[in-house]
Every structure is written in C-alpha cells, then in structure tokens.
C-alpha cells in the first residue's frame, strides 16, 4: 500500500492561472515532507521542505502547506507559467528510517 | 560543482548482458541512493549507502548490486539484464541521509530487449 497518495494524477491549466496539487501520507512517526519538481527527461529537484511544526512555506511561486494532523499537504502554484509544465513529487521522510515514501507525482502541463 | 552526475545517458542491452550504471557525486555527501522510475510508478529504492563501505538494500534490490569503496562514486550493477530492468534509473546524494534533501542525477535510461 502506498504511504503517499497524490492527486489529481494530472492537469492541464491556462498560462497565469492558479492551481493546487494534494498529497496524503500515511508515513509514521513523521519527520519532514518535500515537495520536488521534475521536468521531463531530468532528475528531481527541490522545491520545499516542510517539519511538523510548519504549516506554510513559499518558494517563489510555489506555496506548500502541511496539515500534520490529518496528514495532508498542498503545492500552490500560483499566476502559473509554460516552464512549470512538469511532474510534482511529494515525498515523505519517516523518523528512524533510512527510506523515503515516494508519491507517484501530479503531472502539470501549462497551456497557453 | 558538477553535482550527481551519471553515465551512460542512455542504454539498450540484451537479455542476460551485464553492464554498470556509473554514478559521481562531489559534494561530499556520505549518504547515496539508487532509484527506478517506472510509467504510474512511484521512485523505488534498489540500493542505498550511508557512507563508504557501507551499503543496504532497499525496497527492490533483486537483480541489482552496488559497492561504495569511495565517497564520490556509487555504481550500480545489473548481473544478468531482464526485460523487467527496462526503467529510468537515478543516483542520487544526500548531505545529511534520508532526512536531508536529495540531490539526484540526471538519469539513466535503460532498455533491455
């Protein structure tokens, strides 16, 4: 069963506007969640990092909130542009546990 | 810095040919992890190291070895190349292991006919 759930699986949203990519985890005891960015044909690459204690952190345009209690997370993007065309990962790390729990990513295209 | 960097970029083997998917990291970074990506799949951990000398299996090891006889470098061998291993395979390095954050390759793209 997977410990990270995203949806939706994928969008297609108009240059400049917003959306909102979701993440559920089931991970426990909880440590830190990220989110990544990977472009087609490369590797992932960061875009936040979120602790317990975090509920909103902002990276440009990208917003991430985190929900520790219901175990929830978003990525906002906002005024949305052709360059965030990609898939969005949302990854969960676990206390004790060398290994990360890997949503199967949100796929973001951006049309003009 | 180069960062992770992997070769070959791309590969097409035979079924039963062995072969090593190199992978370099000069950051420093004790902790190294190998990945597969599959179509609808999540990235899967085949192999991880928390520092030189020290390696352990992850979530899909079978078919896979590695050794870390350096910091920088962490290669991952196939033995005997399955239709099954056709993936997208990334490296990747971390400063402080699984907790810190990631820093992957640029990836590898394997198929096996």
């Known amino acids: 069963k997977n410990q990270v759930e995203q949806s939706p699986q994928s969008l297609i949203i108009l240059e400049g506007k917003n959306c909102t990519l979701q993440?559920?985890?089931?991970?426990?005891?909880?440590?830190?969640l990220r989110w990544y960015k990977q472009d087609t044909g490369r590797g992932p690459v960061s875009l936040t990092i979120?602790?317990?204690?975090?509920n909103t952190k902002s990276n440009g345009r990208y917003t991430a909130t985190l929900d520790a209690d219901t175990k929830q997370s978003s990525l906002h993007i906002t005024a949305s542009q052709l360059s965030d065309s990609a898939s969005y990962i949302c990854?969960?790390?676990?206390?004790?546990?060398?290994?990360?729990?890997f949503g199967k990513g949100n796929q973001v295209v951006v049309i003009p | 810095n180069a960062g992770v960097t992997q070769t070959p970029k791309f590969q097409v083997l035979k079924t039963g040919q062995s072969m090593t998917l190199q992978c370099a990291q000069d950051?420093?970074?004790?902790?190294m992890s190998w990945y597969r990506q599959d179509p609808g799949m999540g990235l899967r951990l085949i192999h991880y190291?928390?520092?030189?000398?020290?390696?352990d299996q992850g979530e899909v090891p079978n078919g896979y070895n590695v050794s870390r006889s350096t910091t920088e470098d962490f290669p991952l061998r196939l033995l005997s190349a399955a239709p099954s291993q056709t993936s997208v395979y990334f490296c990747?390095?971390?400063?402080?292991?699984?907790?810190?954050?990631?820093?992957f390759g640029p990836g590898t793209r394997l198929t096996v006919t």
């Open positions: 990747a390095s971390s400063l402080t292991g699984s907790l810190g954050e990631q820093y």
């Open positions: 993440c559920n985890y089931t991970v426990s005891p909880f440590s830190n």
């Open positions: 979120m602790t317990f204690s975090e």
């Open positions: 990854v969960v790390s676990a206390e004790g546990n060398n290994r990360l729990a």
């Open positions: 950051m420093n970074h004790e902790y």
């Open positions: 190291s928390v520092g030189a000398g020290i390696t």
